[in-house]
């Protein structure tokens, strides 16, 4: 399959796959420094350079063949194609669009050439002149014709730096050619590194074994590893090249796979959870407790709940639902199952705002009944949180509701059977390891708490410790296969859809020299009793022609919205006054709130149908959208105006997204696009590339069929034993045994 290729070059003494691209001949020490600052270092770092598309190069025919292939294709047009032959005939028609014209004669036919308006090719073309040419085709009668197309001399020598590209197939093979076109930089052409790569390959991939079983890849039909490198680098078709990637980028994805399911399995023999008991009257208690018949998405989620709940591994699950779509009695749910069994539950929300609002209305479904709830944030009173400390630990709170105060050393439980962590995309990685340490044995915990996180014990047989049952919510939902892949050894359930009677939110774009109107319009809302929200960018003092919070409540009172009840609600507003704030606003007699991103999450009235954001090219998508979600939730239709004037291409993105759907996936995936997976997860900081192959938007199928090969296999095979799979072994704790800490299983 390499035949024709530039001729073997000797693979310098000792070549191996760790060989610094210095040492490769023919790379100077400035090219080789050019090849670093793209990451690519060492051979390895080649061979997995993958090309980012390839160019298909016509290889030459006979032109009897030419007119077959024409024919046969019913006159296309679009490609390129080549010949050489002598020219037999040449003809000037000088005129305004004079012309030369001469044919091109092979032996096997004629071809017709034309230049329109180059008359010094005169000079050039003359009969008896052997010439390759190339050029798209049109017929001129019987004749296939090629206009101006571009020729050099038959006879040109071979091999000079002749601008070709240097794995240039020969043409005498006849078949068309898939030149590998490399993603390079600015100090280092595609042609350079496909030079250095071509180079290195064969001697490479004699290195290089096959990690994956021959029984597994047969089943799969995968190619050999070697194979799928020269597929990708040296692709005789596309669907080479397409199937070469792709067995790469699986064995990325199941390699990592195969990481997460490790960890799981090692997680699962050493953590305990108390498994709850689920009774047919526990779950008709449960239900009478909410207001609303749950939505068929919601029962699914409880279903999932049931069995992870009342087994005695660990629960480690997200829930993922758009903005709105009900995740807080789910929540509840779980958490009132840990009652029902006498232990405790968690919930933790991000903003000491959104605690309250959980805490008042899961407070308000709890009325009456047995459940003791309380809340704990940083603002309270030393004295009141020390009452709130003791009553936890001596297990008379059934269910504490807090922000990252619960994760303090001085919190401790009775028996903490369920952690949820509210609106988890905006903590940190840590906080859901943190809390998970929060057992019912505070001390012991508190002791190996360092261990916890790190998982790089040696002891093979790690004593038994107990965690919590963890649900984490997210109301950024993360695409489904990007979710399970990304946030590791978590499950999944997802909401979709909202509850039942809800309007869809209108979205608006308007410039800022149309807010007027804007605000004249939410004046007439409010006259008819309906409530609004203004959300403006927190900004410094003195920020160019942008107004703060008060500012602007102020701009509204004595303007458009002057005998209105306006109320401004930002992060600096102490909590009893954030209180009474919300609570006029839920009961009505506040018409306006005027507030930062402070609502973002957990506001939560019905009667506020109108949100007006300021500046919102300013916002992030995921945020306008969560924004956007405190309305729609009620009975009436609601409406969202952005105003902004976006000066961005990502800023003008982001308000055309807005505009164009309310649906939170879609949106999720939008952001994708527009930030990449890197930014919304946070890879960016930790330098930690996920994927150099495998893309994950394209890639769902084999991500989905990775995860499944790599549970089934762990399941069967926990230890990874055998032969069989030594090296696949070691290739796994070698790239993840740091990650996820994984103890060596062998
Ligand atoms: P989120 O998923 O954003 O946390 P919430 O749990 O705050 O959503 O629910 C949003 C609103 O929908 C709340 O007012 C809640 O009471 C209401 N809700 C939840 N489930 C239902 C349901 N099945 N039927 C009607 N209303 C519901
Ligand atoms: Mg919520």
Redesign the pocket.
């Known amino acids: 399959m390499t035949s024709g290729r530039t001729p073997p070059i000797e693979s310098p003494a000792g070549l191996s796959l760790t060989t610094h691209v210095s040492q490769v001949r023919g790379v100077g020490p400035r090219t080789a420094g050019a090849f670093e600052r793209v990451g690519l270092r060492c051979v390895a770092d080649l061979i997995l350079h993958l090309p980012g598309r390839y160019e298909q190069q016509k290889a030459e025919r006979s032109i009897e063949q030419l007119y077959i292939e024409y024919n046969r294709s019913r006159g296309d047009r679009s490609s390129h194609l080549a010949a050489s032959g002598e020219i037999a005939a040449v003809r000037f028609v000088p005129g305004r669009k004079n012309r030369l014209e001469a044919t091109l004669d092979d032996g096997t036919g004629v071809l017709r050439l034309v230049w329109f308006n180059m008359p010094w090719m005169r000079e050039k073309i003359h009969p008896g002149l052997a010439i390759r040419v190339t050029g798209k085709p049109t017929t001129f009668g019987e004749y296939l014709q090629l206009t101006n197309p571009r020729f050099e001399l038959a006879d040109a020598e071979e091999g000079g730096d002749d601008g070709r590209e240097p794995v240039e197939q020969s043409a005498a093979s006849g078949n068309d050619v898939l030149l590998p076109v490399y993603p390079a930089s600015e100090d280092l052409t595609p042609r350079q590194v496909a030079k250095v790569i071509d180079q290195v390959l064969d001697p490479a991939l004699a290195l290089i074994d096959d990690h994956l079983p021959v029984s597994y890849r047969r089943e799969r039909a995968l190619p050999e590893l070697a194979d799928s490198y020269r597929m990708v680098h040296r692709p005789d078709t596309t669907e080479d090249a397409k199937a070469g990637r792709r067995r790469l980028a699986f064995d990325e994805l199941l390699l990592f796979q195969l990481g997460v399911m490790l960890k799981r399995h090692q997680r699962r023999q050493v953590s305990r959870a108390p498994a709850l008991r689920h009774t047919k009257a526990i779950e008709k208690h449960i239900l009478a407790r909410f207001p609303?018949?749950?939505?068929r998405a919601?029962r699914a989620v409880l279903a999932d709940l049931r069995d992870d709940l009342t087994g005695a591994s660990p629960m480690n699950r997200l829930l993922q639902?758009d903005?709105?779509?009900?995740?807080?009695?789910v929540a509840l749910y779980a958490m009132l199952l840990a009652v029902a069994s006498e232990h405790q539950a968690a919930l933790m929300a991000p903003t000491e705002l959104l605690a309250e609002q959980h805490f008042d209305s899961i407070g308000r479904m709890l009325e009456g009944g047995r459940v003791r709830i309380e809340l704990l944030t940083g603002s309270m009173s030393a004295s009141a949180r020390q009452t709130i400390l003791d009553d936890l630990a001596a297990g008379e709170i059934d269910i504490i509701i807090g922000t990252h105060a619960l994760l303090t050393e001085s919190v401790r439980f009775s028996s903490l059977a369920v952690a949820v962590i509210d609106e988890q995309h905006r903590f940190g990685v840590h906080q859901r390891a943190a809390l998970r340490t929060k057992t019912t044995q505070a001390d012991d915990v508190a002791a190996d708490h360092g261990a916890a996180g790190a998982g790089d014990s040696s002891d093979p047989s790690p004593e038994v410790e107990l965690s919590p049952h963890v649900l984490v919510m997210t109301?950024t939902p993360i695409p489904r296969t990007l979710a399970q892949t990304l946030l590791g050894d978590l499950d999944v359930s997802t909401i979709r859809g909202l509850?039942?009677g809800r309007q869809p939110i209108l979205t608006r774009h308007v410039t800022a020299d149309q807010s007027d109107e804007v605000y004249d319009y939410l004046r007439r809302r409010v006259d008819a009793g309906e409530q609004a929200y203004v959300v403006v960018p927190a900004v410094e003092a003195g920020e160019q022609g942008l107004a703060d919070v008060t500012t602007h409540a102020e701009r509204l009172r004595a303007g458009p919205l002057a005998g209105r009840a306006v109320a401004v609600l930002h992060g600096r507003i102490n909590r009893d006054e954030r209180r009474r704030v919300m609570d006029d606003f839920r009961a009505g007699r506040i018409d306006v709130l005027v507030a930062t991103t402070v609502i973002e999450v957990g506001v939560?009235v019905p009667n506020a149908t109108m949100m007006v954001v300021e500046h919102a090219d300013r916002f992030g998508l995921a945020q306008l959208h969560q924004l956007r979600?405190r309305i729609g939730?009620g009975e009436r239709p609601s409406l969202c105006v952005l105003i902004g004037d976006p000066v961005s291409d990502d800023g003008t993105a982001r308000i055309n997204a807005m505009v164009a759907t309310n649906d939170g996936f879609v949106i999720a995936e939008k952001d994708l696009e527009i930030r990449g997976p890197g930014e919304l997860f946070g890879w960016r900081q930790s330098g930690e590339p996920p994927f150099r192959v495998a893309r994950l938007n394209e890639d769902q199928d084999l991500l989905a069929l990775a995860r499944r090969d790599a549970r089934q296999w762990i399941e069967n095979n926990p230890t990874m034993a055998g032969d069989e799979l030594a090296l696949l072994r070691k290739r796994l704790l070698k790239a993840y045994g740091r990650t996820f800490g994984l103890v060596d299983v062998a």
């Open positions: 609303f018949t749950l939505t919601q639902g903005v709105g779509s009900g995740k807080t009695v109301a509850p039942p939560d979600g939730r």
